[in-house]
């Protein structure tokens, strides 16, 4: 069969993305202009900014990624943009970018969801997803534990009821007064800690489901009530604290999902699986159970186009082409309603 590439774009929050990807797996190039040193300053993602720094670097970073390549934009078979979920403004300069290449080069264009890609970064390099397969989604914005029928066949069997894991580290790296993305320094920090805080269990009960909101809160008040009496915080103790519950909590959860679905395959997918304890975790999960686990390289666990390229390459097979009135959506599941 004829190889396929594909040129694929990723604006969606705070990366500016490009890449050109072989078959749905193989990473010819790959470019990421981040503004995370920008965000920094400002304790998080200033929505604003991020669509107007997107429009600054996209056509750069477009023409890295073609170059380190070798290819021309002509050899390419199709064009995929990241539609949704993520940041309207950000979105839409990716995805004006795609519909321009799509036209001057008169190449079919596919809308690629985020989380989508968060899977699919999985088949980067070593096409690892296999079906049937249970799977844990934790970003910024999503946690949710899932089953993968087959291609963009994915059910939710349980997920946050409130906040995203990604987003709870995000808010007590700020309370504990570290930079943003939370994630990365909470883990820092916590390597260096002993779990000696009391906190409470989220969601202590055999559901699928998660919550995240009360732990949280009960971080955040630790912090400002021994602030107000003027005691000093245990920084490293109280990140490990966190991060043990949180992590213990969402490792439980997908032990109780294997027991319930007969799989042999699992897969994790988004920013929060670059953390090095929550992948140990689920490791000793799967490694009990004996099942294969596929966690992406730490490279395209967080957002980068090389893996909006791998979720396009099923949707090229089964020639899902968007058209040019293609727009972005702040929020579109991925998953199946039922
Ligand atoms: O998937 P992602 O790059 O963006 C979204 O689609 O949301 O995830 C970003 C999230 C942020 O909340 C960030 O703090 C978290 O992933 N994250 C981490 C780590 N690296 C990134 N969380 C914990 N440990 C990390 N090493
Ligand atoms: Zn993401």
Do not use: W
Not at 18 to 24: D, S
């Amino acid at each position: 069969m004829k190889d396929v590439y594909i040129f694929a774009i990723e604006s969606s929050c705070d990366e500016t993305s490009a890449a050109v990807i072989k078959n749905g797996k193989e990473v010819v190039s790959l470019t990421i202009a981040s503004q995370i040193s920008t965000h920094e300053n400002y304790g998080g993602v200033v929505p604003e900014i991020a669509s107007r720094m997107h429009t600054e670097s996209i056509t750069y970073v477009i023409d890295d990624a073609i170059r380190k390549s070798g290819m021309k934009m002509e050899e390419m078979d199709a064009i995929a943009v990241t539609y949704t979920p993520g940041l309207l403004g950000s979105l839409l300069v990716g995805i004006e970018a795609a519909k321009v290449l799509s036209y001057v080069y008169n190449k079919p264009l596919i809308a690629v969801n985020h989380i989508a890609g968060h899977i699919y970064a999985n088949n980067l390099e070593d096409n690892s997803i296999k079906f049937p397969s249970l799977g844990l989604v934790v970003s910024g914005g999503h946690t949710e534990i899932i089953y993968l029928e087959n291609d963009y066949n994915f059910k939710v069997l349980g997920s946050t009821l409130d906040d995203a894991i990604g987003e709870v580290y995000d808010k007590v790296a700020r309370v504990l007064n570290l930079k943003y993305p939370g994630g990365p320094n909470i883990e820092k920090l916590a390597k260096l800690g002993k779990p000696s805080y009391k906190l409470p269990i989220p969601m202590n009960d055999d559901s699928l489901n998660l919550s995240f909101s009360g732990l949280k809160s009960s971080i955040i008040n630790l912090v400002h009530n021994e602030e107000q009496r003027g005691n000093s915080i245990n920084k490293e103790d109280l990140a490990c604290s966190f991060q043990t519950i949180a992590v213990d909590e969402l490792a439980r959860k997908l032990e109780i999902a294997i027991n319930n679905y007969k799989v042999d395959n699992v897969i994790v997918a988004g920013g929060v699986s670059a953390n090095g304890y929550l992948r140990e975790e689920i490791k000793k999960i799967t490694d009990k159970y004996n099942l294969n686990l596929s966690i992406p390289k730490m490279l395209y666990c967080t957002d980068n186009a090389a893996m909006i390229g791998a979720a396009a390459y099923p949707l090229f097979k089964q020639k899902k082409f968007a058209n040019y009135d293609l727009n972005g959506y702040s929020t579109k599941s991925v998953y199946s309603s039922n």
